[in-house]
DNA sequence: CAGTATCCTTTACGATACTG
DNA sequence: CAGTATCGTAAAGGATACTG
């Protein structure tokens, strides 16, 4: 039973599937992934792919994917460093289920796009 | 073709197909499409159904989701009135591509607190 | 009942400078 | 190159009170 039961909490914290969704699906999480989709990338192969994410927030994004599981992070000894980000088993299940999403999103954008100017011009009146 | 290349942008903005993602896979957005999947509610079943939102983030949600589409809005006149939400076409075909993410989220749970609680030991030390 | 209105806090993120 | 450290901003959300 995929109810909305097993997601809500009564207390001010997120429930546990919640907080698995919440560390992957948000604004940067999904699109790193996806960067290491075709083969592993350094830390800036993944910045210059994504394009408008800062250094910092990278970094910062990347350790909790480490941190759950999603990526490996290695690192090759020699100057300058060379680290290597690349998808784990678990990561890659992610973007399975969620590439059908991105999919969607692509054919269904217009119709949204459509749907929110209408909205806007009725509440114009 | 999936790219990464269709979801970056360089300039500030988040492009189209992001904007569309970020609509709905939110922190209330999917849990409120989640409450209306069996059958159209009102605004105070939704609210007791998902517990921790606040009537203010529930009814800015709700509006949101009806601006670009995913539900509808029904007021029933009468005293004091009624109000029902029900889910559109849209909103079922983007919980059917969801779904499943939850489902592999109630699968995987255990084994991403794992992957956490190892990590965050190894750096205790 | 289904909202609005206000105020306040938290969190995410951007910008920039610095370092082994 | 791959980060860290600091500072500042903006958006999301919580708490609470009020209303047709």
């Not at 973007?95 to 806007?120: M, S």
Request: with cysteine.
């Amino acid at each position: 039973m995929l109810s909305i039961t097993s997601l809500t909490s009564a207390d001010g914290q997120l429930c546990p599937v919640r907080r698995v969704l919440s560390g992957v699906v948000g604004k940067w999480q999904s699109l790193i992934l996806l960067s290491l989709e075709d083969e592993p990338q350094r830390f800036s192969a993944i910045k210059r792919l994504i394009g408008d994410i800062t250094q910092r927030v990278l970094t910062e994004n990347l350790r909790d994917l480490e941190r759950d599981g999603y990526v490996t992070r290695t690192v090759s000894d020699g100057s300058p460093v060379e680290v290597h980000y690349a998808l784990t088993a678990l990561g890659r299940e992610f973007l399975d289920l969620f590439k059908p999403l991105i999919g969607w999103a692509v054919q269904r954008r217009a119709d949204i796009e459509e749907n929110r100017a209408a909205y806007d011009r009725k509440r114009a009146d």
